[in-house]
Structure formats: C-alpha cells, structure tokens
T-cell receptor, first 118, second 110 residues
Framework: GAVVSQHPSWVICKSGTSVKIECRSL??????MFWYRQFPKQSLMLMAT?????????EQGVEKDKFLINHASLTLSTLTVTSAHPEDSSFYIC??????????????FGEGSWLTVV | DAKTTQPPSMDCAEGRAANLPCNHS???????VYWYRQIHSQGPQYIIH???NNETNEMASLIITEDRKSSTLILPHATLRDTAVYYC???????????FGTGTRLKVLA
C-alpha cells in the first residue's frame, strides 16, 4: 500500500540552529502535502499546506519565516525549522494526498519526527 | 468544515466491540466523515470513511445516522493493539486539509 516516510524519525539540535525534516511519498505522486505539529497529550495542529511547485500556505499563527517548507518534487516536501528554540520541540507529522485515480484522493500520514531542541 | 465532538476517553474489554461515537451536527451535504487513529508516538492511521451509507472494511464498521448528524465507529473485536486515540474528522470531498479535534482515547483492557 501507499507509504509516506519521514526522516529523521527523531533529532536533537542545539538552540539557534536549523533542522530539516523530510517527507517522502514512496509509491505515489503527492501534489499536496501537509505539515502538522503535535505537542504531548494534544491533538495534531495543522501548520501548512505544501503544494508541489508553488509556495506553501500557512495556517494562521504559524510563522512562515521560521518554518520553511519546500515541495520541489512530487514525492518530497521538506520542513526546515530555522533558529530552533526549546519551545519548538514537538512531534512533526506530514501527510500526503495520493491524487491517483486508484486511491480516490486518499490522505496518508508519515510516521512523524520528534524534534528536541536543547 | 464541520466541527466534531467526541468523548475524551473510553474503556473497552478485550474481545468485545468498541463503539466510538462522534457528533457532527453541523455537517453539510457534501461533507464526508473520516476516522483515523493514532497509536502512541506514531502518525495517524486511516481507518474508514463514509458519506451517508454505512461502511465496513477489514478494520472497522462506520454507522452514520440517517440525518448524518452523528456517527459511530465500531471495532468488532477489540484487541490490546487497538489502544489509541481515535479521531473523527468531517471534510468536504475535494479538500484535503484535515482539522483534528481532541479525539477519543480508547483503552482496551485485558
């Protein structure tokens, strides 16, 4: 079945540095990908919608200059947390839309990436 | 997209059916009901979705009331591995932005 893979699964970075998280659709082309953030014991919060070949659309309250999203190909979107601070520590999850006719526009989620900023 | 309301938590005995309710009283005619679950520290997993008819797959059954204002996800024989947070999401076909509510934390007890 369709798989969405995130890398890395977990990362620790120093405060002030930037970290990149990748989201790949492994056996389908994803024209649209979504990035979520989830704090412990809370629900997923949508951060932005990533469209292949165009600028991402950010949800209200999400800083676009801090969370850089690039969707350069139909199988890869990246989220870069710039100048990370401890409050950015969270579980980041991506999802991808399989627009193929066989899939009926199903959304698949990645396994998530744990970010810890120290 | 319509807002959903779910109970915050439920317990179910192993081997019994788990019935998870969801209220979506403001759902409109072109909005689907989707169910996902999230096992601890993993990404959400698709379970089932429907528009107005009841649906069944290898994982679960989805019962949607005739007025479509509520639905129930049924796990027919719950196992310990079904312990997770279950999310009911309502969205319009053709949009792919999922807004997650607080979900129901299901604990399956041995």
């Amino acid at each position: 079945g369709a798989v969405v893979s995130q890398h890395p699964s977990w990362v620790i970075c120093k405060s002030g540095t930037s970290v990149k998280i990748e989201c790949r659709s492994l056996d389908f082309q994803a024209t649209t990908m979504f990035w979520y953030r989830q704090f412990p014991k809370q629900s997923l919060m949508l951060m932005a919608t990533s469209n292949e070949g165009s600028k991402a659309t950010y949800e209200q309250g999400v800083e676009k200059d801090k969370f850089l999203i690039n969707h350069a190909s139909l199988t890869l979107s990246t989220l870069t947390v710039t100048s990370a601070h401890p409050e950015d520590s969270s579980f980041y999850i991506c999802s991808a839309r399989d627009g193929g006719s066989r899939a009926g526009n199903t959304i698949y989620f990645g396994e998530g990436s744990w970010l810890t900023v120290v | 997209d319509a807002k959903t309301t779910q109970p915050p938590s439920m317990d179910c005995a192993e081997g019994r059916a788990a019935n998870l309710p969801c209220n979506h009283s403001t759902i409109s005619g072109n909005e689907y009901v989707y169910w996902y679950r999230q096992i601890h520290s993993q990404g959400p997993q698709y379970i089932i979705h429907g528009l107005k008819n009841n649906e069944t797959n290898e994982m679960a059954s989805l019962i949607i009331t005739e007025d479509r204002k509520s639905s129930t996800l049924i796990l027919p024989h719950a196992t310990l591995r079904d312990t997770a947070v279950y999310y009911c999401i309502v969205k319009t076909s053709g949009t792919y932005k999922y807004i997650f509510g607080t979900g129901t934390r299901l604990k399956v007890l041995a």
